[in-house]
């Protein structure tokens, strides 16, 4: 439940609502080895913006987490400073342009059916963000329902998501401001095109649910103090029904648990629309991924209460369908590589649960339910695999999917006889699928077609191993026939948090890099959920060693088999992953030419006091108990950063509106490592304004592509 989902792991793609399917534009320019230019500034040790130091002594640079004009000084130095490092030229001009070209692509969400007509999101490539489409039929000629630029405000909201009610009649979508997570909902009524008067705010994370009656239930935390929206703790949440029609000042509190202040609750109905599910997690160990569920019967009238079907925190429970009063979740209970179980609301007690679909020899990576049946997917090396089985369970059929990738399926209604799915891979845009439910045949609805041309590249999968023993997985992407010489520059990526696997993805912005001849490496560490709960367990509180350990040994194997070598081998990673490839860094900083975390928690010792941070105890381990903070201390990166060491060069970046992981943690770690670096190469610091922890806007996803790229471009050689 209260996981980070990495925005792709360049931290550049996979906008929240956008899948794929292009068009056509010229080839692409002729390849050459991505190499440094005279753009960027002769001397990289040209002074830093000064960041005083303060009280207390073991934690200096603890005034960057207070607003103010001090603060508000600094950032602006350091971005003035990172301008001038970065610099212009027809170099960094051609990069822009080449990655406008190869994201000028139209691509398209995956479709769902509500009330006879089918709803899904479009990009054309140029628009600054998607828009939300309809059609009686897939076939059929679409409108836009929704256009997020038209109430965006000129900029300062970004669309956050969507859902409409099941039967097709009312839409309701999220704004954020600045891109970050606070949210508010809207209702339109499609008929009119008009939005209702009602808005539902103060929204993070979740997304509200229409029910069959006209009801609407949503989960809001109290309001934050005015300024201190970043740094607010994620406590207090409740879940809330609205009456569609009525003012907001009527609706009431129906689920809620002030005695534990840090439980959320994420909502679903089931797919006959019956039951409400609350899946309840709570953020002291949020990131374990175990949960408590309640429920509601939604024909038990209006004042009817939740009531709870697990309570207690012993295993993940992620809701995959129903079959009247049997519920039936992913869990891993008695099952480190997930089963599907059903639980009867009349009977849930533990004992009475039923197994649908067993655990087998590989991880279950996401169940859907489509019509009459169970998608299930599974993960075999870190790649995708589908089965379809009935709703008692009995297989019946293996799916062919279009190649090695990752396949994502969306539910489909109790009567459906058709769904959809996504396709991806490291060079495949995302194509979206139909599927027929009698046959699982899949048929491409919409296949993109991109500036570039894939079949110059090459995927394979290797295997490293780490310093324990353990056989770790890692896909290398680059040009075909490009030799193993240690000349070509790399850039790897992980992510290893929270039991969230790291699958084969499309990120646009990284095919002006392979075209020229760089490489680009996925490691799934340890920490992920790859190779089921085992692998996500190796690496969590006292062992999260585990996952920098695996990250280092790929970088070893990276250089010691010839893709790359040490000066040109670059490291990045989003969120969990910018804290691991910080950690990385300051722990072998010879290992690594440049290194790029974003919006990476870098402070392990105050993470719980800001924002989402309490919520990644149970992955992190807590500050608060003395054995687990011993550990933290020893992998923080901003603890373990060392004066006078000559550490690589560095870009630290983060967002203004990022109230997930709060952008001190970079303020801090770019201050400390600023002081520390006694070699010649930059640490810079950028802050992004008007972007949140995931860039949603195409235009912020070229911007930080682009500085991302002329960095490394710069750097490794």
């Given at each position: ?14 906008a929240a609502?956008s ?6 534009s ?8 991505p190499?440094?230019t005279?753009e ?28 103010g ?9 350091e ?6 490092a ?14 406008a070209?190869?994201?000028?692509y ?28 309809t059609?009686?039929?897939?076939d059929?000629a679409a409108?836009?329902?929704?256009d ?18 099941p039967d097709?009649?009312?839409l309701?979508?999220g ?5 970050g ?13 008009k ?5 539902f ?9 229409f ?17 201190g929206?970043?740094?607010?703790l ?7 029904v ?17 005695e ?12 006959d ?14 990131d ?5 569920i ?45 089963r599907?179980?059903a639980i ?7 004992a009475?649960w039923q ?6 020899p ?7 339910q ?9 993960l075999?090396?870190?790649h ?6 009935d709703?008692?369970g ?14 994502y ?10 769904g ?5 891979g ?5 194509a ?18 991109t ?41 790897m ?9 790291s ?5 646009a912005?990284t095919i002006p890099?392979?075209e ?18 085992a692998?996500?367990?190796?690496a ?9 350990d ?19 081998l670059?490291?990045?990673g ?9 950690a990385?860094?300051v722990q072998?900083p ?25 919520g990644?105890?149970g992955?992190?381990?807590?500050p608060?108990v ?6 933290l201390?020893?992998?923080?990166p ?7 060491t ?9 967002s ?5 992981v709060?952008?001190?943690h ?6 400390a490592?600023?002081a ?9 610091l ?14 912020k ?17």
């Open positions: 439940m209260l996981r980070h989902v990495p925005w792709g792991l360049l931290g550049l793609a996979l609502c899948p794929a399917t292009p068009v056509r010229p080839a692409s320019p002729a390849a050459a080895t190499t440094a005279a960027v500034a002769p001397d990289p040790r040209a002074a830093y913006p000064q960041a005083r130091r303060g009280e207390p002594a073991d934690d200096p640079y603890r005034w960057l987490e207070d607003d004009d001090e603060l508000s000084a600094w950032i602006a130095a971005n003035r400073h990172t301008d001038g970065l610099g212009s030229g027809p170099a960094r001009a051609a990069l822009r342009e080449r990655l070209v190869v994201h000028r139209e691509s398209f969400g995956v479709p769902v059916r509500r009330g006879g007509r089918y709803f899904w999101t479009y990009r054309d490539g140029v628009r600054d963000q998607a828009v939300l489409m059609a009686p039929a897939l059929a409108t836009v329902v929704l997020p630029e038209t109430v965006s405000a000129g900029g300062r909201f970004t669309f956050a998501g969507w859902v409409v009610s097709g009649k009312y309701a979508y704004l954020a401001e600045g891109g997570d606070w949210t508010t909902w809207h209702v339109r009524d499609l008929a009119t095109g939005d209702l008067p009602e808005t705010d103060h929204v993070k994370y979740y997304r509200p649910v029910t069959r009656d006209g009801r609407v239930f949503y989960g809001r935390f109290p309001a934050p103090p005015k300024g929206e970043i740094k607010a994620d406590y207090g949440h409740a879940v809330h609205h009456r569609l029609g009525r003012p907001t000042s009527e609706d009431r509190v129906v689920f809620a648990r002030p534990h202040p840090t439980w959320q609750f994420d909502l679903e109905v089931t797919p629309g019956r039951y409400l599910v609350i899946t309840i997690g709570d953020g002291q160990v949020g374990r991924g175990v949960e408590r309640a429920t509601l019967d939604l024909r038990a009238g209006a004042t009817a209460a939740p009531r709870l079907l697990v309570d207690d925190f012993d295993t993940e429970l992620i809701l995959a369908g129903s079959d009247g009063p049997r519920l039936l979740f992913m869990t891993t209970a008695d099952a480190p590589n997930k599907v179980v009867d609301v009349r009977r849930p007690e533990r009475a197994t649908v679909v067993p655990a087998g590989h991880a279950i990576h996401d169940v859907i489509i019509g009459r049946q169970l998608v299930v997917t599974s075999v090396d870190a995708t695999e589908a089965v379809a089985y709703l008692r009995e297989k019946l059929r293996e799916i062919g999917l279009p190649g090695l990738g990752t396949a399926f969306a539910a489909a209604e109790p009567g459906a006889s058709e959809a799915a996504y396709f991806t490291f060079t495949v845009p995302g979206v699928y139909r599927y027929d439910a009698a046959s699982g045949a899949l048929t491409a609805w919409k296949r993109p077609s500036a570039f041309d894939p079949t110059q590249f090459e995927t394979e999968q290797v295997f490293v191993t780490s310093r324990d023993g353990t056989r770790v997985p890692m896909f290398v992407v680059g040009k075909r026939g490009l030799p193993r010489d240690g000349t070509s520059p790399a850039i990526t992980a992510y290893g948090f929270g039991g969230v696997s699958t084969p993805y499309f990120d912005s890099w392979l020229r001849g760089g490489r680009f490496a996925l490691v799934n560490v340890r920490g992920g959920g790859e190779y089921g709960e692998w996500h367990q190796a969590v509180r006292e062992k999260r060693q585990t996952g920098i695996d990250f280092l040994a790929a970088a070893n194997h990276l250089v010691s088999a010839g893709y790359t070598s040490v000066s040109r670059g490291a990045t989003v969120s969990g992953g910018g804290t691991l490839v910080a990385a860094v072998r010879d290992a690594f030419g440049a290194v790029v975390p974003v919006v990476g928690v870098h402070d392990l010792l105050r993470f719980h006091l800001f924002g989402q941070g309490a990644w105890a992955d992190m381990g807590s608060e003395p054995a687990e903070a011993a550990v201390r020893k992998i923080s901003l603890h373990n950063v060392r004066p006078g000559r550490y690589p060069a560095m870009l630290i970046t983060t203004d509106h990022d109230v997930r709060a952008p001190l970079s303020y801090k770690l770019a201050a490592l600023q520390a670096q006694a070699g010649p190469a930059s640490v810079l950028r802050v992004y304004t008007r972007s949140g922890h995931g860039a949603s806007r195409l235009s996803r070229l911007e930080q592509a682009e500085e991302l790229f002329t960095f490394f471009t710069a750097n490794l050689r």
